[in-house]
Nanobody, 126 residues
Framework: QVQVVESGGGLVQPGGSLKLTCQLT????????IGWFRQAPGKEREGVAA??????????TYSDSVKGRFTISRDNIKKEAYLQMDSLQSEDTAVYYC?????????????????WGQGTQVTVSA
C-alpha cells in the first residue's frame, strides 16, 4: 500500500497559477496511477485529472472543466505527482485531494481510488 500527502495549496488571485504536489511513500508507489480530485462546499467530490503508473508511460486524462488549464505530471525518481493549475477561476476554489489506484488505471471515478490524502485548500479570490 501507499501513503499520499498533498501540499501547495493557498490563496491566489483569479487568472493566477498554483502547483500542487502529491508525495507518495510505501511499496512501489510508481506503479500506482494518481488522480487529483476536488470538493467545493456543498458539492460532490469530482475528479479533475489522472495519470497512469510508470508501466503505462504516464498517460493522462482531464475533466472538461479543467482541460487546457491544468496539467498533471509525475516524477518517478522523487516519487511525487503534481497538478499545475493555470488561469485559475473562482469556480476552482475547493479542497484538492490526491489519490492512488493500485490497479494503475486512468480514471476520474472516485470509487476507483482507495488511498487518499487529507487534502489541501485552494482559494481563488481577489
Amino acid at each position: 500500500q501507499v501513503q499520499v500527502v498533498e501540499s501547495g495549496g493557498g490563496l491566489v488571485q483569479p487568472g493566477g497559477s498554483l502547483k500542487l504536489t502529491c508525495q507518495l511513500t510505501g511499496w512501489n508507489p510508481n506503479a500506482y496511477s494518481i488522480g487529483w480530485f476536488r470538493q467545493a462546499p456543498g458539492k460532490e467530490r469530482e475528479g479533475v485529472a489522472a495519470i497512469s503508473g510508470s508501466q503505462d508511460e504516464g498517460r493522462t486524462t482531464y475533466s472538461d472543466s479543467v482541460k487546457g488549464r491544468f496539467t498533471i505530471s509525475r516524477d518517478n525518481i522523487k516519487k511525487e505527482a503534481y497538478l499545475q493549475m493555470d488561469s485559475l477561476q473562482s469556480e476552482d476554489t475547493a479542497v484538492y485531494y490526491c489519490a492512488a489506484d493500485w490497479q494503475g488505471r486512468i480514471t476520474l471515478a472516485r470509487n476507483d481510488y482507495i488511498y487518499w490524502g487529507q487534502g489541501t485548500q485552494v482559494t481563488v479570490s481577489a
